[in-house]
């Protein structure tokens, strides 16, 4: 690799990182919000928040990044051809092909990334947010008792929380314990937390009292307690977590077991997500030779770059709507897959053929004067004085 193409392909990838951070930050912030929902009406922590969120970054990579991709060798060409390096590059023998190699290796560095999140890390990702959630969901302290609500965990035990802190701090908490047959025990406690370590989960009750009613006894054993731990602990039992075809990873889909309940059941779901994980690397190459073949060419000052930047994102809007569209209908027929990879074998065909042929798309001559006659007439409108 030579010094323009180590410092193409530098470029291009550190405008990668940047716009896929960027891109990936904002999403994950819309999506996160979602989730808001664990920490509020569910007490759990920060840490289990950002966990849970963030492991689903990797989902969205795969996503994001032959978008990134775009954005990113648009950027460097772009930059190239304002301080008009292109034109050096023409002018001094470099074919368009032979300019759209660095821009390739940077792809490939994209398409490994893409093939191993889309193969074990997006999948383990799902994996590992579907057992926390078992966990979470399977945590009665969280989810079965609601603020102002008598919740009957079980027959003889009523529990009722008044109101549900950040943090976890339960605070107003009422035990009506009736369990055992010769005695009933009634807890008020001014707050608890919940506490979980390898002995169980309990609920760690503060500034309150007990009162212990026995069978034959005429009065109640009242006991005040400044710290008191209830067993929560066989209300806290995560359930089994069984994977769905998202949570495969990429090996298991190309060879599942033979008897493999899942793939018995939904075998056309089953094919259509691992055609989507073996394209997923594809389409960074797409997107890069759709932005090389419109803004890779050498063109004069005179030559507006904005129709080029439009159509190459028209165009791959299209194709990348056409492949989730294709990928739907795989969901139901089988072979509607197969259209999915000859749909980006042409586009990435086509494209090739555009660069290696040095065809500078532009718009036709009519539309541009029109555009330019619009424009000139919006221009004149905004700076008109006003009239006294």
Not at 275 to 299: C, E, K, M, Q
Request: hydrophobic share 50%; with cysteine; net charge positive.
């Amino acid at each position: 690799m030579g010094s323009i193409d180590r410092y193409i392909f530098r470029t291009t990838l550190v405008s990668f990182a940047v716009v896929m951070g960027s891109l990936t930050g904002v999403i994950w912030i819309t999506q996160a919000l979602r989730g808001i929902d664990l920490m509020t009406s569910q007490g759990q922590t920060i840490i289990t928040f950002l966990g849970l969120t963030g492991l689903a970054v990797p989902v969205l990579v795969l996503v994001i990044a032959p978008i990134a991709l775009m954005i990113a060798v648009a950027h460097t060409l772009n930059r190239l051809a304002t301080d008009s390096e292109i034109i050096v590059m023409n002018a001094a023998g470099l074919s368009p092909i032979r300019l759209f190699r660095p821009f390739f290796y940077a792809t490939m560095v994209v398409a490994a990334l893409v093939i191993i999140i889309g193969a074990y890390i997006a999948p383990d990702g799902l994996r590992r947010i579907a057992r926390w959630d078992s966990e979470i969901t399977a945590d009665v302290l969280a989810n079965v008792l609601q603020p102002g609500r008598f919740a009957q965990l079980e027959p003889g035990l009523t529990i009722r929380v008044r109101e549900r802190q950040p943090g976890g701090m339960l605070v107003g908490v009422f035990i009506d314990d009736a369990r055992a047959p010769n005695e009933r025990i009634s807890i008020i406690a001014d707050h608890g937390t919940v506490l979980k370590n390898d002995k169980g989960s309990f609920l760690v009750l503060e500034d309150g009292h007990l009162e212990r009613f026995q069978t034959g006894k005429q009065e109640p054993a009242l006991v005040a307690f400044s710290r008191y731990a209830f067993d929560m602990s066989k209300f806290s039992r995560a359930r089994d977590v069984s994977y769905g075809i998202r949570e495969r990873y990429l090996w298991e889909l190309l060879w599942p077991p033979a008897n493999d309940p899942l793939l018995a059941r939904l075998p056309t779901e089953f094919r259509s997500e691992m055609h989507d994980r073996l394209l997923a690397p594809i389409y960074p190459f797409f997107f890069a030779t759709v932005a090389f073949a419109f803004l890779g060419l050498a063109r004069t000052t005179r030559q507006s770059r904005n129709f080029s930047m439009f159509g190459a994102v028209l165009v791959a809007f299209v194709v990348r709507l056409a492949g989730f569209a294709l990928s739907v209908i795989a969901n139901k027929t089988p072979y509607v897959a197969g259209l999915q990879y000859l749909l980006l074998a042409v586009a990435i065909a086509l494209c090739l053929w555009l660069i290696k042929r040095n065809v500078v798309l532009e718009p036709p001559a009519r539309l541009t004067e029109a555009l330019n006659a619009v424009n000139a007439s919006l221009l004149r409108l905004i700076r008109r004085p006003a009239t006294a």
